[in-house]
């Protein structure tokens, strides 16, 4: 069974960072699509970034570009998150995202069609 658990959320001021992990369990990680979405009060989910674990290719939401950083670490099975500068508008649940398609990677992010999903993490930004 597949199994996704985010961590590192939290409560920090602007311009503070954060790093979240995505500790994945229950298949095979090298040859994976992991993504990361948020979700706003009364906002739809959007897509954060991702990343292939095979060939490491990523994506970024313009909103994050150059101010969010993803990695992933094969042997731990975890993808990281690294934020930073945040802002007030990032805040959200965040959720990390699997699918056993990593040659997909671009079209699951962009119709946020993963095949499993982690149960998120509040980041919250004060301003």
């Known amino acids: ?22 500790a994945a369990s229950g298949f095979t990680f090298d040859d994976y699509a992991i993504g990361w979405f948020r ?3 009364g906002k739809e989910r959007e897509g954060v970034s991702c990343i292939s674990s095979s060939d490491g290719s990523t994506y970024y939401t313009d909103s994050v570009k150059g101010r969010f950083t993803i990695s992933s670490d094969n042997a731990k099975n975890t993808v990281y ?9 990032d805040t959200a649940v965040y959720y990390c995202a699997a699918d056993d ?3 997909l990677l671009l079209r699951l ?5 993963f095949g499993s999903w982690g149960q998120g993490t ?3 930004v004060s301003s």
């Open 39 to 41: 979700q706003a009060p």
């Open 122 to 124: 509040q980041v919250t």
């Open 109 to 113: 992010w962009v119709t946020l069609d």
């Open 101 to 103: 398609r990593p040659g």
């Open 1 to 22: 069974e597949v199994q996704l658990v985010e961590s590192g959320g939290g409560l920090v001021q602007a311009g503070g960072s954060l790093r979240l992990s995505c």
């Open 81 to 89: 998150l690294q934020m930073n500068s945040l802002k007030p508008e």
